[in-house]
T-cell receptor, first 112, second 114 residues
């Protein structure tokens, strides 16, 4: 079975600081994609960043980067220079066939 | 911009009622999904469809059905609503173009069954 685990239900970070959200997954597939989605209080879920399993280089998107450890099946999200607008639920997802399997989410608070 | 629109943001229904949740996307995506979101459980897939009139069960299909008569529209049906179906429901769509394609989500419908 494909599973995604996020062990931190809640986290907080000071504005302008860096925070890392953890994610582990389980899969028997050799080629797959991993995603981080953000769900702000407005509830509109949006893609933050994606990573292909075959690529060794970690993906980056501006202040967002990932630490992808394929052997350990770990996919953490690092947010640098945190901003108030980063406060949201963050979901890690593993793309399997035509569907995504989501983790339980981490609620991130950003403190001014 | 891709737009996925759900017909209601908030809905209150009575136990035993038949409930329809509607979702429309405007980007000609083949795949459409219905998820249920509950605290601590993340998003769980109820049903998905990869083409008109096609549907596949997800992880928690019991008590739900779906309809996809047109490519842009995917409806979730609660045949006889029960209080344990009180939840947030999210619709999503994506291209059928490979593993890298992202999902685009609607704004969610918070359903309360009383």
């Amino acid at each position: 079975a494909q599973t995604v685990t996020q062990s931190q239900p809640e986290m907080s970070v000071q504005e302008a600081e860096t925070v890392t959200l953890s994610c582990t997954y389980d899969t028997s597939e050799s080629d797959y994609y991993l995603f981080w989605y953000k769900q702000p209080p407005s509830r509109q879920m949006i893609l933050v960043i994606r990573q292909e399993a075959y690529k060794q280089q970690n993906a980056t998107e501006n202040r967002f980067s990932v630490n992808f450890q394929k052997a350990a099946k770990s996919f953490s999200l690092k947010i640098s220079d945190s901003q108030l607008g980063d406060a949201a639920m963050y979901f890690c997802a593993h793309r399997w066939l035509d569907r995504n399997v989501f983790g339980p989410g981490t609620r991130l608070s950003v403190l001014p | 911009d891709v737009k996925v629109t759900q017909s209601s943001r908030y809905l209150v229904k009575r136990t035993g009622e038949k409930v329809f949740l509607e979702c429309v996307q405007d980007m000609d995506h083949e795949n459409m999904f219905w998820y249920r979101q509950d605290p601590g459980l993340g998003l769980r897939l109820i049903y998905f469809s990869y083409d008109v009139k096609m549907k596949e069960k997800g992880d928690i299909p019991e008590g739900y059905s779906v309809s996809r008569e047109k490519k842009e529209r995917f409806s979730l049906i609660l045949e006889s609503a029960s209080t344990n179906q009180t939840s947030m429901y999210l619709c999503a769509s994506s291209l059928n173009g490979g593993l890298y394609t992202e999902a685009f989500f609607g704004q969610g419908t918070r359903l309360t069954v009383v």
